[in-house]
């Protein structure tokens, strides 16, 4: 009886947990998809006047550069890492490596916006640029993906590196035909993981990469975007305005949809992991 | 060539840090040689007067973080119990997908969900002047940070080893019993990790809470009066940053902020960090 | 892998400066109240002269005025007058237009205004914003606690409110309950309250979110165009744009559109009164 009653009560408090995922998704989907197919299809933010804005393509493309850049700069940095943890570093530069990784994972993304607005848009006069955006969000994901890759590459076994060294392998052809061939399903997910926060940051490139409007594909990497999360932001505040808040719920939804891809992409690959 | 991308990217990361915290500290030292520590006492922040007192701000971030883990320590707790204690094993990573779907919608689509939602509900049925308030913000951001303690927990959880469990069962411990004396306090390191985690991410919490927190520098009076807009340091960075003009002030106290923020954040996470090494290096 | 990565940057590179080398993209920032002006205007006039693309964002005057003296923008919008820090941080390099002219509304919730609150005294007003006077019914209203909205301290319509009502730019606002930023935000909170008090231009007001007339007795002057062009409306104000004397001559051609009578039709559209 006993047990049945704090079985029953830890049930009881954890409901939240249960329902709030499921809850907050259908509201979300409730309200965003009637939106989603005219927001989507109709006008271009050139056309369209402030609160009267349609068509969340270069919102979309905003966001997706923003991130690839992101990716593309970071990717290169946490791998060139990961080797140095790997194969250059003793113990001391190890632990004061992933030291540095875990302060940085703590330090909140707006103070990233903070630096960013300070060294890239002031110093180095870059403006509010895409480029700076690109900038800001490769160094927020920098430690999750080299965790994940140093993570990736203690998980080979120790025997099949020491074969390889056996065989008289240098370095490179033991990163090219050992290492990347065993761990590039982890590495790849940790990228994918990387991917879908920096699609879903908002605040650190709302004053340093992003405006309003008047973006369909910028100029240059010194121009600043439109993102779908900056949108979002703007539009959830124009509460009389119904029709922005329609879109803000579509453009909630989009959001969703490409971080929960990315996301689901990153399980697949961890099961193939698993199973291979 | 191999050596040199490796040498460069462990620098660059160590050059990341070095940068960020440098030019924080430089762009607020006016800010800090103006005033001392002063500021830090007080609640009066008005840009144009030259009064930027911080307490407003550090208290309002506090408050809402404390809101949030209060509601989301037991029922994060409680969730990572049932899904590795009492469900079994398929629920289990039905919950888990559950809270990684939580953790991963953005933070600006909890902002809003917090403005039209969570507002017009606070405001109806408390008979509130405005639903924007601390207590507002504490609830958004115990759902952000939700799957943190319970992803956290369940992993600590997991990771008592059957051996102690049997143990546990063979001395005819009850359920509850075994629950309170041997698992809980087992998994506790990890567990405490995952709240350290929480808190660090409630007080660095942006957009959501610009939203919602009612943007008012005025400490809660009386002190426990969540009901009223406050403000954060959060939002007060991402309300202001845009009209401050580099070099005065107002960017000093602004850079100010952000400082104080990623010296909070740092230590909560060092404090984590410590205590999750500590595990390894126990564990067989 | 990394040599991929590289050639990937550089097509996104590429592909973007590859756009038209002889396109300009300007920036406008700041006020909010004069963006619906200025980001209509930008999308006619890209359509005259597709080589000419003009983003807009919002942040209020303060922002606008910041990113002049910043160079982060090459328009700046602003509805409220440059004060003297601000100038003497411009230093007299650049130049102010007055495209339109508006008034800053005293706006109150439906519910107020049918509950028969269709005037206030600036003294009134004041009290109501120095916390003197904290219900509607000693203003012969409903029995309700007023809702009293204030804005960040930067933002052009604070600046002016304050001015007239409370006799300085920078008055503090004791009575204030909650603080908002755009036009937009305060809006949508008059909107959805129904004992609220607030300042916003008079083209954001709708039939949710009524002016009420300020003034003594039968003397009180309601927010409309009309009583700005007669200069009888107590709270009205110039909005201008910004541009800085060595920027883009694009700049400038485009503020000459504003003025043009097609730019002052758009004006008129919008709800403000032309200049010219």
Same mark, same amino acid.
Request: hydrophobic share 50%; proline share 5%.
């Given at each position: 009886?006993?047990?049945?009653?704090?079985?029953?009560?830890?049930?009881?408090?954890?409901?939240?947990?249960?329902?709030?995922?499921?809850?907050?998704?259908?509201?979300?989907?409730?309200?965003? $998809? %009637?939106?989603?197919?005219?927001?989507?299809?109709?006008?271009?933010?050139?056309?369209?006047?402030?609160?009267?804005?349609? +068509?969340?393509?270069?919102?979309?493309?905003?966001?997706?550069?923003?991130?690839?850049?992101?990716?593309?700069?970071?990717?290169?940095?946490?791998?060139?890492?990961?080797?140095?943890? +790997? @194969?250059?570093?003793? $113990?001391?530069?190890?632990?004061?490596?992933?030291?540095?990784?875990?302060?940085?994972?703590?330090?909140?993304?707006?103070?990233?916006?903070?630096? *960013?607005?300070?060294?890239?848009?002031?110093?180095?006069?870059?403006?509010?640029?895409?480029?700076?955006?690109?900038?800001?969000?490769?160094?927020?994901?920098? !430690?999750?993906?080299?965790?994940?890759?140093?993570?990736?590459?203690?998980?080979? !076994?120790?025997?099949?590196?020491?074969?390889?060294?056996?065989?008289? @392998?240098?370095? &490179?052809?033991?990163?090219?035909?050992?290492?990347?061939?065993?761990?590039?399903?982890?590495?790849?997910?940790?990228?994918?993981?990387?991917?879908?926060?920096?699609?879903?940051?908002?605040?650190?490139?709302?004053?340093?990469?992003?405006?309003?409007?008047?973006?369909?594909?910028?100029?240059?990497?010194?121009? %600043? =975007?439109?993102?779908?999360?900056?949108?979002?932001?703007?539009?959830?505040?124009?509460?009389?305005?119904?029709?922005?808040?329609?879109?803000?719920?579509?453009?909630?939804?989009?959001?969703?949809?490409?971080?929960?891809?990315?996301?689901?992409?990153?399980?697949?690959?961890?099961?193939?992991?698993?199973?291979? | 060539?191999?050596?040199?991308?490796?040498?460069?990217?462990?620098?660059?990361?160590?050059?990341?840090?070095?940068?960020?915290?440098?030019?924080?500290?430089?762009?607020?030292?006016?800010?800090?040689?103006?005033?001392?520590?002063?500021?830090?006492?007080? &609640?009066?922040?008005?840009?144009?007067?030259?009064?930027? &007192?911080?307490?407003?701000?550090?208290?309002?971030?506090?408050?809402?973080?404390?809101?949030?883990?209060?509601?989301?320590?037991?029922?994060?707790?409680?969730?990572?119990?049932?899904?590795?204690?009492?469900?079994? &094993?398929?629920?289990?990573?039905?919950?888990?997908?559950?809270?990684?779907?939580?953790?991963?919608?953005?933070?600006? =689509?909890?902002?809003?969900?917090?403005?039209?939602?969570?507002?017009? @509900?606070?405001?109806?049925?408390?008979?509130?002047?405005?639903?924007?308030?601390?207590?507002?913000?504490?609830?958004?951001?115990?759902?952000?940070?939700?799957?943190?303690?319970?992803?956290?927990?369940?992993?600590?959880?997991?990771? =008592?080893?059957?051996?102690?469990?049997?143990?546990?069962?063979?001395? *005819?411990?009850? #359920?509850?019993?075994?629950?309170?004396?041997?698992?809980?306090?087992?998994?506790?390191?990890?567990?405490?990790?995952?709240?350290?985690?929480?808190?660090?991410?409630?007080?660095?919490?942006?957009?959501?809470?610009?939203? =919602?927190?009612?943007?008012?520098?005025?400490?809660?009076?009386?002190?426990?009066? @969540?009901?009223?807009?406050?403000?954060?340091?959060?939002?007060?960075?991402g309300r202001e940053i845009g009209e401050s003009a580099f070099g005065s002030m107002h960017f000093s106290a602004l850079m100010a902020c952000g400082l104080l923020l990623a010296l909070i954040t740092i230590t909560i996470s060092m404090l984590a960090h410590i205590r999750s090494d500590k595990i390894s290096v126990n564990r067989p | 892998m990394q040599r991929i990565s590289y050639f990937i940057l550089a097509a996104v590179f590429l592909g973007a400066q590859a756009h038209d080398a002889a396109a300009v993209t300007l920036h406008a920032a700041g006020s909010t109240t004069v963006l619906p002006v200025v980001s209509t205007a930008a999308a006619a006039y890209h359509r005259q002269h597709p080589d000419v693309t003009i983003t807009v964002s919002g942040g209020g005057?303060?922002?606008?005025?910041?990113?002049?003296?910043?160079?982060?923008?090459?328009?700046?919008?602003?509805?409220?007058?440059?004060?003297?820090?601000?100038?003497?941080?411009?230093?007299?390099?650049?130049?102010?237009?007055?495209?339109?002219?508006?008034?800053?509304?005293?706006?109150?919730?439906?519910?107020?205004?049918?509950?028969?609150?269709?005037?206030?005294?600036?003294?009134?007003?004041?009290?109501?914003?120095?916390?003197?006077?904290?219900? #509607?019914?000693?203003?012969?209203? !409903?029995?309700?606690? $007023?809702?009293?909205?204030?804005?960040?301290?930067?933002?052009?319509?604070?600046?002016?409110?304050?001015?007239?009502?409370?006799?300085?730019?920078?008055?503090?606002?004791?009575?204030?309950?909650?603080?908002?930023?755009?036009?937009?935000?305060?809006? +949508?909170?008059?909107?959805?309250?129904?004992?609220?008090?607030?300042?916003?231009?008079?083209?954001?007001?709708?039939?949710?979110?009524?002016?009420?007339?300020? *003034?003594?007795?039968?003397?009180? $002057?309601?927010?409309?165009?009309?009583?700005?062009?007669?200069?009888?409306?107590?709270?009205?104000?110039?909005?201008?744009?910004?541009?800085?004397?060595?920027?883009? !001559?694009?700049?400038?051609?485009?503020?000459?559109?504003?003025?043009?009578?097609?730019?002052?039709?758009?004006?008129?559209?919008?709800?403000?009164?032309?200049?010219?």
């Open positions: 009886m006993n047990e049945r009653c704090a079985k029953t009560l830890t049930i009881m408090l954890a409901l939240p947990a249960l329902l709030l995922p499921a809850a907050c998704l259908l509201y979300i989907l409730f309200k965003g $998809i %009637p939106a989603l197919d005219w927001a989507m299809l109709s006008g271009s933010s050139q056309d369209a006047a402030f609160g009267s804005i349609s +068509a969340l393509w270069p919102q979309i493309t905003g966001s997706l550069l923003l991130m690839l850049g992101a990716c593309l700069l970071a990717a290169p940095v946490a791998l060139g890492g990961t080797l140095f943890y +790997a @194969l250059a570093a003793n $113990i001391r530069q190890r632990k004061a490596l992933l030291g540095i990784m875990h302060l940085l994972v703590g330090i909140p993304p707006i103070v990233y916006g903070l630096c *960013g607005l300070i060294v890239l848009v002031h110093m180095l006069h870059w403006g509010i640029s895409l480029l700076t955006g690109m900038v800001i969000l490769a160094v927020i994901i920098l !430690p999750m993906l080299l965790m994940n890759s140093v993570n990736a590459i203690k998980r080979i !076994p120790s025997e099949k590196t020491a074969a390889a060294r056996a065989l008289g @392998l240098s370095n &490179g052809q033991l990163i090219r035909r050992v290492w990347l061939p065993a761990a590039w399903p982890a590495l790849m997910t940790g990228l994918l993981l990387g991917m879908a926060r920096a699609l879903s940051e908002t605040a650190p490139i709302l004053f340093t990469a992003t405006v309003f409007s008047g973006v369909s594909w910028p100029d240059s990497l010194f121009s %600043p =975007v439109t993102s779908l999360q900056t949108h979002l932001f703007y539009l959830a505040q124009e509460g009389a305005n119904a029709e922005a808040v329609d879109i803000a719920w579509a453009s909630a939804v989009i959001l969703i949809i490409l971080v929960t891809a990315l996301s689901f992409g990153a399980s697949a690959l961890r099961n193939i992991r698993m199973n291979g | 060539m191999l050596n040199l991308w490796m040498r460069t990217s462990a620098l660059i990361s160590l050059l990341v840090v070095v940068v960020m915290l440098g030019f924080l500290l430089q762009q607020s030292w006016p800010y800090w040689q103006h005033d001392g520590l002063n500021p830090l006492l007080s &609640g009066d922040w008005y840009p144009y007067e030259h009064l930027f &007192g911080l307490a407003a701000a550090i208290i309002g971030s506090f408050w809402a973080a404390l809101i949030a883990l209060a509601i989301a320590i037991p029922t994060g707790l409680a969730a990572a119990v049932m899904s590795t204690e009492i469900l079994p &094993g398929p629920w289990r990573s039905l919950m888990r997908s559950g809270m990684e779907l939580l953790a991963g919608i953005p933070s600006v =689509v909890y902002g809003l969900l917090g403005l039209w939602i969570l507002l017009p @509900l606070l405001q109806s049925n408390l008979h509130l002047l405005t639903g924007h308030n601390l207590l507002a913000a504490g609830l958004l951001l115990s759902v952000m940070v939700l799957p943190t303690i319970m992803v956290m927990t369940q992993d600590a959880l997991c990771e =008592v080893s059957s051996h102690q469990r049997d143990t546990a069962a063979s001395l *005819g411990m009850g #359920w509850s019993a075994r629950l309170w004396r041997v698992l809980l306090p087992q998994a506790w390191p990890g567990i405490r990790s995952g709240i350290l985690l929480a808190l660090g991410r409630a007080l660095g919490e942006t957009m959501a809470v610009m939203l =919602v927190v009612g943007s008012m520098d005025r400490i809660p009076d009386p002190w426990y009066n @969540l009901l009223a807009p406050a403000q954060t340091l959060t939002s007060r960075i | 005057s303060g922002v606008g005025i910041a990113s002049m003296i910043q160079h982060t923008a090459d328009i700046g919008m602003a509805s409220r007058e440059i004060d003297a820090e601000e100038a003497a941080k411009l230093n007299g390099k650049v130049d102010v237009l007055t495209i339109a002219k508006d008034a800053v509304a005293v706006v109150v919730s439906k519910a107020v205004y049918v509950g028969g609150v269709h005037q206030l005294s600036l003294r009134q007003i004041a009290d109501i914003y120095r916390g003197k006077i904290k219900n #509607w019914e000693t203003l012969g209203g !409903p029995d309700a606690q $007023i809702l009293v909205i204030d804005k960040e301290a930067s933002r052009g319509t604070r600046h002016v409110f304050a001015e007239a009502v409370l006799g300085d730019a920078h008055a503090r606002a004791p009575g204030a309950s909650v603080i908002s930023g755009s036009n937009n935000e305060e809006q +949508a909170l008059v909107a959805h309250s129904d004992q609220a008090i607030g300042m916003l231009s008079n083209a954001w007001l709708n039939d949710d979110v009524r002016g009420i007339a300020v *003034g003594e007795g039968n003397k009180a $002057i309601f927010p409309d165009i009309g009583h700005v062009r007669d200069s009888s409306y107590p709270i009205s104000r110039s909005l201008h744009i910004l541009l800085s004397k060595k920027g883009p !001559p694009e700049a400038r051609e485009f503020a000459n559109f504003l003025l043009s009578p097609q730019g002052q039709a758009i004006v008129k559209k919008s709800g403000y009164l032309p200049v010219r």
